[in-house]
């Protein structure tokens, strides 16, 4: 494998070039994540201004190669946690933090989430990584009540898990500036619900300064008031 310096700064899912499997130094997890990309094809059902994907597209994950995917999981967990990779490729000594569900799209439009979720999970116990790392799921929580999704969700909670559901407004005509999405309010409190009533939930929100302006106290408090009733659910 080739060895090149992971830094906070440098995100990139192709440095290693495996399809779906990519390790990144991340400030949110506080050490190494090892990424899984579901959405190889670039394409998304948000369009968020401030997204950093390549030649984003609106879409769905083409179809998940599973014996590649976990040909690749199976390379990167015995590299990291049997070989030298943490000493080697990270720029300061990092601790291997978790297994993510991430990538350049939503990971959950996929209808192989749950075979995939059994894959990782697999390979956590060949590992015996379930009492020092977190599997994780970043979503934007649109596909949280699918049945596939919901059956994932059930899965994950063998192990150490969380879910990380991103929340950027609660007005649907602001969403519409930033997420470029019809946001219906009953759907999004539908959806945190079911992750509430599934998983540790962490709320991710991106607060923007567009055109020298700063989120206004409105919204500042329509936002505090939409999340109020669902603090320290999880």
Known sequence: MKKEMLTIFNHDRNIFKSKYIYPVVSRRSMGLSLGI????????????????VSDLTRGKPEKIDLDLLENEL???????????FLSECASHKVDFKDIAFSGNGEPTATPEFEPIVKIVLEKINKFQLSNTIKLRLITNGSYLNKENVQQGLEHMKSVNHEVWFKIDHVNPKEAQKINRINLSIASLTKNLKSALSISPTIVQTCLLKINKELPSQHFINEYINFLEPYAYQA
């Not at 199976?74 to 030298?84: E, M, Q, R």
């Open 37 to 52: 990309n579901l959405n190889t094809n670039n394409a998304c059902n948000w369009q968020c201004i401030y997204c950093q």
């Open 74 to 84: 199976d390379k990167w967990l015995d590299n990291i946690v049997n070989g030298n």
